[in-house]
């Protein structure tokens, strides 16, 4: 690879920041992590401490390290707390955004960066299919990086990434159900399982998969374009609960609060990534195994 190329990840001790880390650093790069808390447990790794909403400290971050890449994952990824905390959502996922690009452009204007967009995240033009909070912080920071991409010719790609799943420290419904039947399996919680609907279905992708996804986009993305992460095949909750009993060997009642068809469009499928090279090598089964494990 030559010289060691710099790169910086925001929101590094999140659940796909943490694993982004330790991948990026094994492939040589010279990882270096933003974070507001706790500093990255690894000698190869630089921790650095940024409020990502404070304009002047993310110009002082970005006039110190002077990247050649950049993986935005800082920013609040919470549907619930987005409906008590609106404005704090959408300051963390558009101010933190806006920030770091326009530093980026001022300071080091060749780096390539990746912003993470969500699969939540709603056409502009059909805001009417607009959901929660959360869903137009998303929205508006894509915007935000497609205009800075055309006004300022800016070398940014972005990332749509579907229900990331696997082991690691997530919040997501897939980690919820894998620390739970852990729990009943030690005798720590009732063997029982309270699902929203068992009929919700999701794209689920492993997050390793997610951040191969991320270094071919360095290396071969376009500038300006959409990706999509996904598998490509939707699953319903259900039909994650029934792997788990698969993977344990004790018994659990499960009680649904909904029956109704979950509404939620799926992710497309992963069409120009594939073009890329790049497919999902973690079937459904050992994405599961690998979290439950994880939480055992």
């Given at each position: ?41 690894s000698?190869s790794?630089?921790?650095?401490f ?42 963390a ?8 690009i ?10 390539r ?85 068992l ?5 689920f ?17 376009t ?7 996904s ?17 344990t ?37 050992s994405?599961?195994?690998d ?6």
């Amino acid at each position: 690879m030559g010289k060691q190329p710099k790169l910086l990840i925001t929101g590094a001790t999140g659940y796909t920041g943490e694993n982004a880390c330790a991948h990026f650093s094994k492939k040589g790069y010279e990882v270096i992590a933003v974070t507001r808390g706790k500093p990255i447990k690894s000698d190869s790794i630089v921790t650095e401490f940024c409020d990502m909403t404070n304009k002047n400290e993310v110009h002082q971050l970005v006039h110190k390290i002077k990247p050649d890449y950049l993986l935005h994952l800082a920013g609040i990824n919470h549907v619930g707390d987005s409906w008590n905390e609106p404005i704090t959502t959408v300051e963390a996922n558009l101010l933190s955004t806006l920030y770091i690009i326009d530093s980026t452009r001022q300071l080091n204007p060749t780096c390539r960066i990746i912003i993470v967009g969500s699969s939540l995240q709603t056409n502009p033009n059909n805001l009417a299919k607009l959901a929660h909070p959360y869903g137009l912080s998303k929205t508006l920071q894509v915007l935000i990086s497609q205009a800075w991409t055309k006004l300022f010719n800016m070398d940014i790609i972005i990332a749509k990434p579907s229900n990331i799943i696997g082991p690691g420290s997530s919040k997501g419904v897939n980690a919820i159900f894998a620390e739970q039947i852990a729990q009943m399996e030690k005798g720590q919680l009732e063997k029982k399982l309270v699902v929203n609907n068992l009929n919700a279905e999701r794209d689920f992708i492993d997050v390793r998969d997610v951040v191969r996804a991320y270094e071919l986009l360095f290396s071969k993305g376009t500038t300006g374009e959409v990706y999509e992460i996904s598998s490509g095949k939707d699953h319903s909750l259900g039909e994650l609960i029934a792997i788990y009993r698969t993977l344990t060997v004790i018994d659990f009642e499960v009680e649904s609060l909904a029956t109704d068809i979950d509404q939620q469009v799926s992710n497309e499928k992963p069409t120009k990534l594939l073009a890329l090279g790049w497919s999902p090598t973690f079937p459904i089964t050992s994405s599961l195994l690998d979290t439950l494990n994880y939480f055992r």
